[in-house]
């Protein structure tokens, strides 16, 4: 739920609250996200270069990263193109909802139960390459829990997680790029619409 007085539509309190989130969120996402080549790119175009504290270093990283990513996710499509070729989708059950509205809680939920499937959290951090490496990463750091700064909830890299990182990490348009670039939400507004990006 949104804190007490704070209405999306109220955009400086909005855009105030959500950069709260960011900044706390940001150390850990960055290190996690796992952008493609497309993607990082896709991103790097819409940075505001007056605005942003990224040198060229940090770009040099995301972008040396990015190919690192771009291969694996290659190299992935080849070992797992007859196993991806036979697997049928079943109808996908989706919950939408607002930010800070209880989504998560319900996902984590539906999740429970043993009929349902979802993408763990290094999947979708890692979604260009994670059948690749996911089983190799689980062995070493799988373990390891942290907790979400806005609401203190607990997660691992098998916890459920939202696909939208996953389809952020693939280059799809996502209200996430925010997070990676704040100056994109100079408008907050842009955030409340889906045809955005």
């Given at each position: 739920?949104?804190?007490?007085?704070?209405?999306?539509?109220?955009?400086?309190?909005?855009?105030?609250?959500?950069?709260?989130?960011?900044?706390?969120?940001?150390?850990?996402?960055?290190?996690?996200?796992?952008?493609?080549?497309?993607?990082?790119?896709?991103?790097?175009?819409?940075?505001?270069?007056?605005r942003s504290r990224a040198g060229?270093?940090?770009?040099?990283?995301?972008?040396?990263?990015?190919?690192?990513?771009?291969?694996?996710?290659?190299?992935?499509?080849?070992?797992?193109?007859?196993?991806?070729?036979?697997?049928?989708?079943?109808?996908?059950?989706?919950?939408?909802?607002?930010?800070?509205?209880?989504?998560?809680?319900?996902?984590?939920?539906?999740?429970?139960?043993?009929?349902?499937?979802?993408?763990?959290?290094?999947?979708?951090?890692?979604?260009?390459?994670?059948?690749?490496?996911?089983?190799?990463?689980?062995?070493?750091?799988?373990?390891?829990?942290?907790?979400?700064?806005?609401?203190?909830?607990?997660?691992?890299?098998?916890?459920?997680?939202?696909?939208?990182?996953?389809?952020?990490?693939?280059?799809?348009?996502?209200?996430?790029?925010?997070?990676?670039?704040?100056?994109?939400?100079?408008?907050?507004?842009?955030?409340?619409?889906?045809?955005?990006?």
């Amino acid at each position: 739920m949104l804190p007490k007085g704070l209405h999306p539509l109220n955009h400086v309190k909005f855009r105030q609250y959500c950069l709260g989130i960011s900044q706390a969120a940001l150390p850990k996402l960055k290190q996690r996200l796992r952008l493609s080549r497309n993607a990082w790119l896709r991103l790097a175009s819409k940075i505001n270069r007056n605005r942003s504290r990224a040198g060229p270093g940090t770009r040099l990283m995301y972008y040396s990263a990015s190919a690192t990513n771009s291969f694996l996710a290659k190299m992935q499509a080849v070992a797992y193109a007859e196993a991806l070729a036979k697997v049928e989708v079943p109808p996908p059950i989706v919950l939408l909802g607002f930010w800070r509205s209880g989504t998560t809680f319900l996902h984590e939920l539906f999740c429970c139960d043993a009929r349902f499937g979802f993408p763990s959290t290094y999947a979708c951090m890692n979604a260009a390459h994670f059948l690749l490496t996911e089983q190799g990463f689980q062995k070493r750091r799988g373990k390891e829990q942290a907790y979400r700064p806005m609401d203190n909830m607990q997660y691992s890299w098998a916890s459920p997680q939202e696909d939208e990182f996953a389809l952020l990490c693939m280059g799809a348009p996502s209200p996430y790029q925010a997070l990676l670039v704040p100056s994109l939400m100079s408008d907050s507004r842009t955030l409340l619409n889906l045809r955005w990006c």
